[in-house]
Each structure stands twice: as structure tokens, then as C-alpha cells.
């Protein structure tokens, strides 16, 4: 019990702490660059988190964030160009939309398992970049949408230095942080640790497989739908091409992946390093010979992938997370038979 | 432990790249950035325009650098933006905070330049991009010149060339089809091009769109045979261009065909191709062998030493890039500064005639109240016997159109 105490004291002044830290950078960071990478880090990590909600802790590979971060995106400019409302207000609307299509398209393909799961999810979000460029007086079409820097204004949330961006990112980025803690030790995240090791098992002791599946998708798809909110009022500029491809939805994944799934962590730790590696080795090499950036990149990947497979977390950790223990796959065969 | 040596190794290497970008580099010369996709899909457009910048800046710098700062000389910083657009971004910032830039060329790519060009106007940094959107300089930024012609000009350029066929060669036909690839640079054209040979009494049959880098155009090539299309206009970048053309030759189908730039005039174009090429015909940016190259010797030795160095005639990404630098350098001159506010101010009132300043058609360079260079008008070329060739507007050129096209 003192342990425990002690334990919490410690953890909520290494919060305290961190928090100071990370609100104080900015005032020490002045290179834009470097801020700029702080802040992709950030959004770039919630849309992880979102991810790894479905893709981490229920087991449930999505392809197909990309839609949902895309439809933030997509709110979020249109509620500002085209209705006169803060993007505010469209991300909003863009993560309500999100959690609709999640709610509705989960509740179709989060009955298929494992790589019929994952191939609807990747045809979901082709589905939705054709209709983005196919309504194009609500989207732009291909040629996508411009937000014009109008000068500092709140309520566009337009601002004249990047640092106000950085805090809204950090405090997404909190929320998520917050988000994956809460379902990670809610009665949601154990039925989702059930369905994971073994969906059969789960259903026979009680667990409403499609209920839980259906609520960790929605949940999912929010804190990416929010993550693209954010994007699209900070850099401004988006087409379905570029906002709504599998490279978009991999980047995600793979963050989480890299970090380390189910681990309150992992995706964060993921940010931390595969956008700053994205960006150094085409400092780097990029100049070397065209494409060398990308495979000094890969080959990095593929080294993290041979030997951390759980994620860079759980090497860096002394002791197994709690989580870990419960990490090793069901028996593969029985579930793709029951799928069969 | 391995495993946890390699994390720490990972981590620290990422950090030790991290710190030597600070460092800042010694402020002697002037500082150009070039924004271009070296790698990914759009490599091919990038390094083409990589090449001629830096052809341009090795001209400028052997012929004794910018006068009106005693000689000094051009250091060209290139950045690579990929082809994903968040990455180019990126890119462009790390230019901006660690290099002092009296200016930025290049990001071909509209959607490209859409992306970078925030950052370029915050940071106050002139940006000259050969970009072709419509709605590039509508967005007010102040830093933006687009000093080549608009997607919706080459829609205009090409039905205007159909009617010159008409009239000079007796084409007989009437019925268009216009294909292109889904994307801002294949929307905004292809807009153009309806309502141009709708307006000079053409009929478009059809009008299809097909997404970039598909695999299979058969299905696309029958229904435009089917549609009876004596005149084909199609938008796309050299994969597809080769695609849909290699199809309709395999289909027995050989309409005259009037590209929409990009694909249809790069070298790589004939190489797969080979002889199917020759006689088709493409809207382009910018052409080789108009008056305006050619009458000037500075010009022609871009030109030729492009040849020399390249094998191929100067395609139009290529010629493009190396009048910007040139645009750019006289906009110094007369700025007699580095400084990017004064030399966005030189570059706002500025009137070019002369030179490879001048190289894009018709030989004249002022931009409007938005940035946009108001004179430029596209041109179309024709395949002849390996080399694209100018063909019209005939006040360009003296260059005969081959006809009949086989």
C-alpha cells in the first residue's frame, strides 16, 4: 500500500515535471523548424493513439485511418471556407462525422476477422478519397483546399507564430495521452484484451464482441478524425491525394507499431523518433542520390521491426509493461477457422 | 541487451543528426533555395528542374555572379520534398530557418506549392514557382510569382491549335474526347479545354477521368473509340501518357492527339514510346527552339549546353527552372540587395525582354498586381523525329507542322 503511495507521488510530480518541461520549450526553442517538428510529432502521435485504440488494443489491424483523419481534415476546412465557422467548430463536426462512419462501418466489417478486416478498412478510405474528389463543390475536388492566411485571428484560429499551434497540439496530444490511460484500465479494455488473445474465447465467457470492437473504432476514429482537424488548420492545405492515402494511414500504424502497441507510450515514442528520422535522413541523404534518404529510412524500419517487434518501449522498459504478458497472439488457427 | 544497445545506438543516432542543423553556414554568397521532388512518383519533373538550376547557377556564377553585389556568387540549397506534401513542407521550413534566403524556385507540383507556399509568406521569402494551378495567385500572398502560364490557358491554347489545324490543314474533325488524370493539374486543365472547343464549335463525345499511375487503360481507349473521338486530349504524366497512347496503337486507334503538357514533352516520353511518338502533339509551359530562345546567344548556350550535358533537348521543366534563377538574379540586380523583402519588391515591378531571364514565351516577364507573370502564354509542340518542336502560336516560330500526322 505505502508503495503504491509512494509510486503515485512519484509518477504525479514526474507529470508535474514534464508538464512544466513541455510548456516551457517553446520559449527556449526559437527555430521555427524545430518547432514545426514538435508539432508534427504531436498530431502526428494522436492520430496513433487513435489507431492504436482499435489497431493496438483491440487487436483489430484498421488501414483505413486515413478516412477518419481525412474527414476531420475535410470538417474542419469546409465549416471555415464555405459556412463562415471557426474550424473549431468543423473539427468538432468532423470528429462527430468520424465517430458516425466508425459506428457505421464498424458495425459492417468489424464482423469479418483479421485480414478481411483490415482489407474493408483499406477499401473504406479509397471509398472516401473518391468522394472527396467526387463533391467537389463541398471538398474542392482534387485541386483540394487552400485556408489563405488572413493575419492573426482566434476564432479562425490563425495565428501569426506557430507557437500557439504548438500548445493546441501538446494539449491534443494530452487528451490522447489521457485517452489510451483511460481505456487501457476501463472494463472495455479488458474485454478488448480478451477479444484480442482469442475472440472465441471472449464471446463464451460474455463479452459482446461487435459492442466492444464497435466502441473502440469509434473511439479510434475520433482521436484521428481530430488529429486531421488539427493538420489541416495548421498547415493549411489539403486534396484527397495527399490527405487521404494509404501512405497517410500506414504513417499512423507504423508509428504505433515502431513505439510499441497498448502502451500508453509507445505511440508518443513513435512520433519521437520516425518524424524527425523522416525528416533527417532527407536532410541527410537526401542531397547523396534521389531516393537514398528513403532507403537509409527503410532500412532503419526494418532493423527496429527485426528486433523490437513489440516496439521500441518495451526494449527501453526494464520489466515487461503490464500488458505484455497478455501480448502473445491466440492461437491463430482456431480463430481463422471460426472465420472460415 | 543487443536490443537495447541498438535502441540507445537509434537514439543517439537521431540525436547527433539532429545537432549539426543548427550550426548555420557562413553568410558570404547569396542563398537560393530550390524546392523539388529528387525523389518519389514525381521524381522524374524534379530533377529535371535540380539539373537546369543548377546549369543555371553555374552560368551565372562563371560569368562573374551578381554585378550589383560585387560579384557574389549563387550557392543553390536543394531540398528534397518527396512527393508527400506534409514531408515538403517540412522541407521547405528547414530551408527557411537554416539558410538565410534571398529566394525560393521550383515546387513544380501545384499542390505542392499550395503546401509550401504558407511558409514561404510567413517567412517573407520570395517564391517563384513554375507551378500551373489557376487559383495559385488568387490566394493574396505577396511573396508568390508564377511566372508560367495557367492550367486553364492550356486548355484554350489546345482548341485554339485544333481550329488552326482545321483551317490551315483541312482536319475534318468535329467530335473531341478529353481524358484526364484526377488530380488539381487534370481537373484545371481539362476545364479549359471543354469550354474552349465548345466555344470554337467543337463537340466533346466524351470526358472521362481515370486515376493517376492506373494500370489498365483499355477500358478508358474503348470507350473513347467507342465514342467515335477523331481528336483525343489527354492530361497526364509520362507513365500514363504512354499507357493510354501504347493502347490505342495496340487498338488499331489513331486519332490525332493533342497532349496536355507534363507526359506528353519530356524526353522520357519518346523513350518509351519510340516511334509511336512521333506526331503527336502537346500544350507545353515552355518550349526549346520559339524565337525568343533562339534569338538570344545567352539562351541558345543553355540550350546546347543542356544537350551536351543531357543527351535530350531541353525539356520544359528543365528550361523552366533555369529562367527562374535567371528571373530571380536580375530581380537582385536590380534590388542591389539580398535582402528577400527588397528583392520581392524588385521582383513585383520588374520587366524582362531580354536574355534567358526572358526564355519563357513570348519573351516577356512582368508580373500582375497577384504575382502572376501576365505575358506568358503556353505553346504547342509536335513530335518530329525524336525532338519536340514548336509548332504554334506561328508569331513563336517558323516551324512547320508535320501533316499529315501518320
Keep these: 500500500m505505502a508503495d503504491s503511495q509512494t509510486e503515485a507521488r512519484k509518477r504525479s510530480g514526474l507529470a508535474v515535471l514534464l508538464i512544466m518541461l513541455v510548456s516551457l520549450l517553446p520559449l527556449v526553442v526559437q527555430h521555427g523548424y524545430v518547432l514545426r517538428i514538435l508539432i508534427m510529432i504531436s498530431y502526428f502521435a494522436v492520430a496513433s493513439y487513435g489507431w492504436d485504440v482499435i489497431g493496438g488494443y483491440a487487436g483489430q489491424l484498421s488501414l483505413g485511418q486515413a478516412a477518419f483523419f481525412s474527414i476531420g481534415a475535410y470538417a474542419a476546412a469546409s465549416a471555415y471556407l464555405i459556412w463562415k465557422l471557426s474550424p473549431a467548430v468543423g473539427a468538432l463536426a468532423g470528429v462527430g462525422l468520424a465517430a458516425l462512419l466508425a459506428l457505421g462501418l464498424g458495425s459492417l466489417v468489424l464482423r469479418l476477422r483479421g485480414p478481411y478486416f483490415t482489407l474493408s478498412t483499406l477499401a473504406a478510405a479509397e471509398v472516401v478519397r473518391i468522394l472527396l474528389l467526387h463533391f467537389k463543390s463541398i471538398t474542392g475536388g482534387a485541386e483540394g483546399r487552400v485556408i489563405p492566411y488572413t493575419g492573426f485571428n482566434l476564432s479562425a484560429l490563425q495565428f501569426a507564430t506557430d507557437r500557439p499551434y504548438y500548445y493546441i497540439a501538446v494539449a491534443l496530444l494530452a487528451l490522447a495521452i489521457w485517452t489510451s490511460y483511460q481505456v487501457s484500465r476501463s472494463r472495455l479494455g479488458f474485454q478488448l484484451a480478451a477479444i484480442r488473445n482469442d475472440e472465441d474465447a471472449a464471446e463464451s465467457v460474455g463479452i459482446n464482441l461487435m459492442s466492444a470492437k464497435v466502441k473502440a473504432f469509434v473511439i479510434s476514429a475520433c482521436l484521428t478524425a481530430l488529429a486531421g482537424a488539427f493538420y489541416v488548420i495548421y498547415d493549411r492545405y489539403i486534396d484527397p491525394y495527399s490527405t487521404c492515402s494509404s501512405e497517410v494511414s500506414v504513417k499512423i500504424l507504423l508509428i504505433a507499431l515502431v513505439g510499441g502497441r497498448r502502451s500508453i507510450w509507445g505511440p508518443l515514442l513513435g512520433a519521437v523518433l520516425l518524424i524527425p528520422l523522416t525528416e533527417l535522413t532527407n536532410a541527410y541523404f537526401a542531397s547523396i542520390r534521389a531516393g537514398a534518404s528513403m532507403v537509409v529510412y527503410s532500412i532503419i524500419l526494418i532493423i527496429v521491426v527485426l528486433y523490437a517487434p513489440d516496439g521500441l518501449i518495451r526494449v527501453l522498459r526494464r520489466r515487461p509493461s503490464r500488458g505484455a504478458v497478455t501480448l502473445q497472439p491466440g492461437p491463430k488457427g482456431r480463430n481463422s477457422h471460426a472465420s472460415a | ?406
Design chain 2, 1 to 406: 541487451m543487443t536490443k537495447k544497445l541498438l535502441s540507445l545506438v537509434l537514439v543517439l543516432t537521431v540525436v547527433a543528426l539532429a545537432v549539426p542543423l543548427y550550426a548555420s553556414a557562413a553568410v558570404k554568397t547569396v542563398n537560393v533555395g530550390l524546392l523539388a521532388t529528387i525523389s518519389g512518383d514525381l521524381s522524374e519533373v524534379g530533377n529535371m528542374g535540380a539539373n537546369a538550376a543548377k546549369l543555371a547557377v553555374e552560368h551565372i556564377n562563371a560569368a562573374g555572379g551578381i554585378k550589383a553585389l560585387g560579384g557574389a556568387k549563387i550557392n543553390l540549397i536543394i531540398g528534397d520534398t518527396t512527393s508527400d506534401y506534409s514531408q515538403s513542407v517540412l522541407v521547405a521550413q528547414r530551408l527557411v530557418n537554416n539558410n538565410k534566403l534571398s529566394g525560393v524556385l521550383g515546387a513544380g507540383v501545384s499542390g505542392m506549392a499550395l503546401a509550401v507556399a504558407p511558409v514561404l509568406e510567413r517567412a517573407g521569402v520570395p517564391f517563384l514557382t513554375a507551378a500551373v494551378a489557376d487559383n495559385l495567385t488568387q490566394l493574396g500572398y505577396k511573396y508568390m510569382f508564377q511566372f508560367c502560364p495557367k492550367g486553364s490557358q492550356f486548355g484554350n491554347m489546345q482548341a485554339e491549335f485544333l481550329k488552326f489545324l482545321q483551317d490551315k490543314y483541312g482536319l475534318p474533325a468535329k467530335k473531341v474526347a478529353i481524358v484526364f488524370e484526377n488530380t488539381a493539374y487534370g481537373q484545371s486543365t481539362a476545364k479549359g479545354i471543354r469550354q474552349l472547343a465548345e466555344k470554337h464549335g467543337f463537340e466533346v463525345v466524351i470526358e472521362e477521368s481515370y486515376p493517376k499511375n492506373f494500370t489498365d487503360a483499355a477500358p478508358l481507349v474503348t470507350k473513347v473509340k467507342a465514342a467515335g473521338a477523331q481528336v483525343v486530349f489527354p492530361v497526364s504524366y509520362t507513365n500514363d501518357a504512354a499507357l493510354i497512347l501504347g493502347t490505342m496503337k495496340a487498338m488499331n486507334y489513331n486519332p490525332v492527339i493533342i497532349g496536355g503538357g507534363a507526359g506528353f514533352i519530356w524526353p522520357e516520353f519518346y523513350k518509351t514510346l519510340g516511334k509511336n511518338a512521333e506526331g503527336v502533339f502537346s500544350v507545353g509551359s515552355w518550349s526549346w527552339d520559339t524565337k525568343n530562345v533562339l534569338g538570344h546567344p545567352e539562351s541558345v548556350a543553355a540550350v546546347k549546353a543542356w544537350e551536351t550535358k543531357y543527351k535530350t533537348f531541353m525539356p520544359e521543366m528543365a528550361g523552366e527552372m533555369y529562367t527562374a534563377m535567371f528571373i530571380l538574379k536580375e530581380a537582385i540586380e536590380q534590388a542591389k540587395s539580398a535582402d528577400p523583402k527588397a528583392i520581392r519588391d524588385a521582383l513585383a515591378k520588374i520587366k524582362i525582354t531580354d536574355g534567358p531571364g526572358a526564355m519563357m514565351q513570348p519573351g516577356v516577364v512582368e508580373f500582375d498586381q497577384y504575382g502572376w507573370n501576365k505575358h506568358v502564354h503556353p505553346t504547342i509542340i509536335q513530335w518530329q523525329n525524336g525532338v519536340v518542336r514548336t509548332v504554334y502560336p506561328v508569331e513563336d516560330t517558323d516551324n512547320k507542322v508535320m501533316w499529315p500526322v501518320k
